[in-house]
């Protein structure tokens, strides 16, 4: 089945406890609360790259397609029209996370299982825009998916996030993970019943110039 798995995790976070602690005034040399404190820092971390469609801190994912999305180009005919429903493969996929840093490697696989891999010579890495692309070169094809197999036929590994180190992050992210952080902790009951708390106003208009828009409902498109 479609979909992106987080395979290379990172200790690292964006914001330290010690900022935590000190945004909610609780004295650092209290170690009481910290495994408390931790769990929700790294919850508001999880939540906050889920709402922006980001990955903060570079991390490494596995994007698996069963097919490459199509287009459809919908021209409007003046009186009637008959002829056949054409759909064409797009020439590019779409990655579902920001910012993408590089393709480490772009494989397909047959009916049998058996590994394959799209020379980096066919394609190219568009991260102009927040949604980067993996844009087809002139003349070149995706691999055709008759004869490979139905499910997650295509899987793309790829690096994405700000830097390997907290001060690569924008202040304006910390500063959110900060914020929320601290909402859940203000709101800690609620947030040990329901596990998660919507994103306050305050930190989705202080996030809004981060959050990735996509327009196709598709994955890859």
Same mark, same amino acid.
Not at 34 to 45: G, H, P, Q, R, V
Not at 62 to 87: M, N
């Given at each position: 089945?479609?979909?992106?798995?987080?395979?290379?995790?990172?200790?690292?976070?964006?914001? =330290?406890?010690?900022?935590?602690?000190?945004?909610?005034?609780?004295?650092?040399?209290? %170690?009481?609360?910290? +495994?408390? &404190?931790? *769990? *929700?820092?790294?919850?508001?971390?999880?939540? &906050?790259?889920?709402?922006?469609?980001?990955?903060?801190?570079? /991390?490494?994912?596995? %994007?698996?397609?069963?097919?490459?999305?199509?287009?459809?180009?919908?021209?409007?005919?003046?009186?009637?029209?008959? $002829?056949?429903?054409?759909? /064409?493969?797009?020439?590019?996929?779409?990655?579902?996370? !920001?910012?993408?840093? !590089?393709?480490?490697?772009? /494989?397909?696989?047959?009916?049998?299982?058996?590994? #394959?891999? %799209?020379?980096?010579? #066919?394609?190219?890495?568009?991260? %102009?825009?927040?949604?980067?692309?993996?844009?087809?070169?002139?003349?070149? =094809?995706?691999?055709?998916?008759?004869? &490979?197999?139905?499910?997650?036929?295509?899987?793309?590994?790829?690096?994405?996030?700000? $830097?390997?180190?907290?001060?690569?992050?924008?202040? +304006?992210?910390?500063?959110?993970?900060?914020?929320?952080?601290?909402?859940?902790?203000?709101?800690?009951?609620?947030?040990?019943?329901? /596990?998660?708390?919507?994103?306050? *106003?305050? &930190?989705?208009?202080?996030?809004?110039?981060?959050?990735?828009?996509?327009?196709?409902?598709?994955? $890859?498109?």
């Amino acid at each position: 089945m479609s979909g992106l798995k987080l395979t290379t995790e990172t200790n690292i976070t964006p914001v =330290t406890l010690s900022e935590v602690k000190q945004t909610l005034r609780i004295d650092p040399d209290n %170690f009481d609360q910290d +495994a408390e &404190l931790i *769990m *929700m820092l790294k919850s508001s971390i999880k939540i &906050l790259e889920e709402y922006t469609g980001r990955s903060f801190i570079t /991390k490494t994912f596995d %994007f698996a397609l069963d097919r490459i999305p199509y287009s459809q180009e919908d021209k409007l005919v003046e009186g009637f029209s008959t $002829g056949p429903f054409i759909e /064409k493969t797009q020439n590019y996929i779409a990655l579902p996370k !920001a910012p993408v840093v !590089a393709i480490t490697s772009f /494989k397909y696989y047959d009916d049998s299982d058996t590994e #394959n891999t %799209f020379a980096t010579s #066919n394609y190219y890495l568009d991260n %102009f825009s927040d949604t980067a692309r993996i844009v087809l070169r002139r003349s070149q =094809t995706f691999p055709d998916v008759a004869s &490979l197999r139905v499910a997650n036929a295509f899987i793309v590994t790829f690096t994405a996030g700000y $830097g390997t180190a907290p001060k690569d992050v924008p202040s +304006a992210i910390k500063q959110a993970i900060v914020l929320y952080t601290s909402h859940l902790y203000e709101n800690r009951e609620l947030y040990i019943e329901q /596990k998660q708390l919507p994103v306050p *106003m305050t &930190l989705q208009t202080l996030l809004q110039p981060y959050r990735v828009v996509r327009f196709s409902n598709i994955l $890859g498109g």
